[in-house]
């Protein structure tokens, strides 16, 4: 069984679409995240909820919009995709509970907007 | 800053030991990561230090950890193919109750046969 799930596993779009990304966690656990990996492989942390409410807010375009249906699933939809936006998204999820609070990440979402 | 620092690349031959180093800024940090990514994969959680600690070991992992440095190192005994991946370091910082963790830029660790 997947424990972080996300789809689609790749997404290849044009300028100017709107698109989601869908995450689905059967941990249990309690906080859900997305991450965005650039090109240089860089991790930033975007949004996170907690039990379907959202705790961390970085500093990202208003037209990414997070909605957390309930505690197991995290999307994330994305208005008028720019160039910029091409990158891998991963969610991830994680207990606070968990002696380490590490997370566990799902496979990752490669956007490409052409 | 926000910075959690490594560097980029590490060239090793298979059997010898890799060593990938971090520095992180926060001292109030309570937990360390390391996760593995391979190509076109997510990241995978190999170990972690609890910021009291100043060593783990974990079968062929070992983890040092200089509080005082804000220094943190994984150790690889005998290297194999199978290791080539980047490693990313990651930080929990105290002052966020959120489970937010800070990564560096990733290491990119090629093992040569």
Request: with cysteine; aromatic share 10%; net charge neutral.
């Amino acid at each position: 069984d997947t424990a972080v799930s996300q789809t689609p596993k790749y997404l290849v779009t044009q300028m100017g679409n709107d698109k989601s990304i869908k995450c689905e966690q059967n941990l249990g656990h309690d906080t859900m995240y997305w991450y965005k990996q650039d090109s240089k492989k860089f991790l930033k942390i975007m949004f996170s909820y907690n039990n379907k409410e959202l705790i961390i807010n970085e500093t990202v375009p208003n037209r990414f919009s997070p909605k957390s249906p309930d505690k197991a699933h995290l999307n994330l939809h994305i208005n008028s995709l720019e160039l910029g936006d091409s990158a891998v998204y991963f969610c991830a999820s994680s207990h606070p509970d968990s002696i380490n609070y590490g997370y566990t990440f799902g496979s990752g979402t490669r956007l490409t907007v052409v | 800053g926000e910075d959690v620092e490594q560097s980029l690349f590490l060239s090793v031959r298979e059997g010898d030991s890799s060593v990938i180093n971090c520095t992180y800024t926060d001292s109030s940090s309570t937990y360390l990561y390391w996760y593995k990514q391979e190509p076109g994969a997510g990241l995978q959680l190999l170990t972690y230090i609890f910021s009291n600690m100043d060593m783990k070991q974990d079968q062929r992992l070992t983890v040092l950890l200089n509080k005082k440095d804000k220094h943190l190192s994984l150790r690889i005994a005998d290297t194999q193919t199978g290791d080539s991946a980047i490693y990313f370091c990651a930080e929990k910082r105290d002052s966020s109750n959120t489970g937010k963790l800070i990564f560096g830029q990733g290491t990119t660790l090629q093992v040569k046969p």
